[in-house]
């Protein structure tokens, strides 16, 4: 087939000539690159085939279960799977777990006990987790279990700040909590080798300290995971890298056998652990989603790679840049203007193989000061594995965005975007 066929499809799609031979200039230039994100899937794509090779992945692990779930062959397989691929004892991977901060809430409210401190030396966590710890009181926090939590910030320069690490660990101090990636802040993300310094630089001060790593938006993205250096648990959401895309629900805990232990006996019940849990119809997807997330994986990373070099050769500011190594999926591009963040996301909707018609408008989201503008056509409610887009309206009208299941569908979202800002003429080709 030729380059041509693509070439009317995009237009009957809505992206002019312009825009695409834009893109295409900007794509052929990434070519390395995407070839150091394909040889990173392959590598990852091979410790997923090994793993589930070496637990005898069968037919029988996707029949599923109902009621107690008692002698689940799939559910005990997937969590051997996950502990292997991941390089852990155990693990915990269920349907049950609801979300990632559900799962980050189990890890730390299972391993953790009355009179302990935590310890964040990476600065603010995720929003969501400052009412989980109670850092905003809140109902059901760590807070009202008598769990104190002290935080050391980065420095200016993003680094570890050693000094006020040390004084921060004393004798109270159970639990490291470290987020891997930055989530909606501006700090740089995490590579595994960093979070392996820090891992030993604290293990030195107190041996018996639980490391966890918040892994969100992590997986897969380089060769090497949390647990290869010194973690104790890693910590994700199924609706994000790990699911594939094909997950509907779940989150994941992987770790050393006693964290995982605490974590099963918190989730169902003391005594019963791991031994309940239905895993209902899920099962297969979350085997299949584990299978392809290598690939989708490399694709939301290439998209991210593809959006932060357009819109840093058009003069906007985008973290990361356009050559800096990449720890996650996100990228935040500054649009500087609320019209070219609306823009921006219009873009991203209409390019979305589900809900393409709707138009995504700002509004007032319960629990941020702004209105916030989200695009998302995506087949599972809220994931962002999918290609998706938000930002609030404020200054400097920054979006975030992650995802692409495809490399081809995240291009056509940018190039959508590009689209957008090109015929309100908020940007010149
Ligand atoms: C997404 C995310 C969470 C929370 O996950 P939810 O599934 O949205 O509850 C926690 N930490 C980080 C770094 C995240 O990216």
Redesign the pocket.
Known sequence: MSKDVARELYCELGISEKVLDYGREIEQKLKDRFQQMDETAEYNQLKVIKAMQAHKVSAECFMGSSGYGYNDLGRDTLEEVYASCFQGEAALVRPQIT????A?ALALMSNLRPGDELLSPVGKP?D??EEVIGIRPSMGSLAEYGVTYRQVDLLPDGSFDYERIRQAIHEKTRLVTI???K?YQTRPTLSVRQIGELISFVKNSKPDLICMV?N??GEFVEAQEPLEVGADMIVG?L??NPGGGLAPIGGYIVGRQECIDNASYRLTSPGLGKEVGASLGVIQSFYQGLFQAPTVVASALKSAVFAANIYENLGFSVIPNGSESRHDIIQAVTLKSPEALIAFCRGIQEAAPVDSHVTPEPWAMPGYDDEVIMAAGAFVQGS?IELSADGPLREPYAVYFQGGLTWYHGKLGILMSLQKLYEAGLVKL
């Open positions: 979300c990632g901060t559900h980050l995720y969501t987790l987020q891997r990636s989530g918040d969100c938006y959401s609706i994000k962002s």
